[in-house]
């Protein structure tokens, strides 16, 4: 398996190209993730619009460069039907979408048989922690929302699931790993141990995989998103102490590099 760094050539293209390009990106997501969604796009150069208002879901995702739905988006005002309308408009436009399955599998069946039905539209890449995955790919679910496997558990059922959805995969953890349909996979190291810590840091990294989607492939894509994330908190973790001030310094190690 090969592996992937901010200094690999094909992340240092996309993430000019998104800066380049300023894409709109188009987002569903709940109440306590979209300003740290909306501020991770901001500091790599593409430009968000978060929400159900009313016409957005069935006109948004067909002028967008790329789309990302949150399940958790649920939790806030936005309906099922919402989440369907903008994935089908996506798909139908040829918009590449992003899934985050968020507490997929965690004992909420309606919620899961939601999410499960998204998939008939054909997400370009879904991303999550490995208690999603595995549930994702009919396993048993985590806690809530949190992980009680390590990604390095499913890096098998990533493989499946990329090739039977025909989509890539990604998994996040201590170590990330990303798989595309043709069996292509490869790892991210780094990041740091504050980053579950603060809300919304897997929420944006699905914001900003659908953003590179509007500049990239889906799996140059995954891949440039998950080392960003993987470099900023690296370089934010060694230079803070407390979770406040981690999260600011981790916008700006976006933003500035």
């Known amino acids: 398996m090969e592996t992937t760094t901010i200094e690999s050539a094909e992340v240092k293209t996309a993430i000019v190209s998104l800066r380049e390009k ?22 790599l150069g593409a430009g968000p619009a978060i929400g159900s208002a009313p016409g957005w879901t069935g006109a948004f995702p067909a002028g967008a460069g790329a789309v990302w739905i949150n399940g958790a988006a649920l939790m806030s005002s936005v309906t099922p039907e919402a989440l369907d309308e903008a994935a089908a408009t996506a798909h139908q436009a040829g918009t590449p979408w992003v899934l985050d399955p968020v507490a997929i599998g965690a004992g909420a069946t309606e919620y899961d048989a939601i999410l499960g039905a998204l998939l008939k539209h054909k997400p370009s890449i879904i991303r999550g922690n490995a208690s999603e995955i595995a549930a994702l790919a009919g396993g048993a679910g985590g806690s809530g929302v949190d992980s009680t496997l390590d990604s390095s558990e499913v890096i098998d059922i990533v493989k499946d699931l990329a090739t039977r959805l025909d989509a890539v995969v990604a998994v996040s953890g201590e170590v990330d790993y990303l798989c595309d349909p043709s069996g292509r996979a490869t790892s991210v190291t780094g990041g740091d141990s ?35 994330f993987a470099a900023a908190g690296e370089r934010a973790g060694a230079r803070t102490i407390g979770t406040g001030s981690f999260a600011v310094a981790f916008l700006d190690e976006l933003s500035t590099r």
């Open 194 to 228: 504050r980053m579950p810590q603060v809300t919304g840091t897997g929420c944006s990294l699905g914001a900003l995989s659908a953003a590179y989607c509007a500049v990239v492939d889906p799996f140059t894509a995954a891949r440039a998103a998950h080392a960003a």
């Open 22 to 43: 300023a894409p709109f990106i188009y987002g569903l997501t709940n109440y306590v993730a979209a300003n740290l969604s909306a501020n991770v796009l901001l500091a």
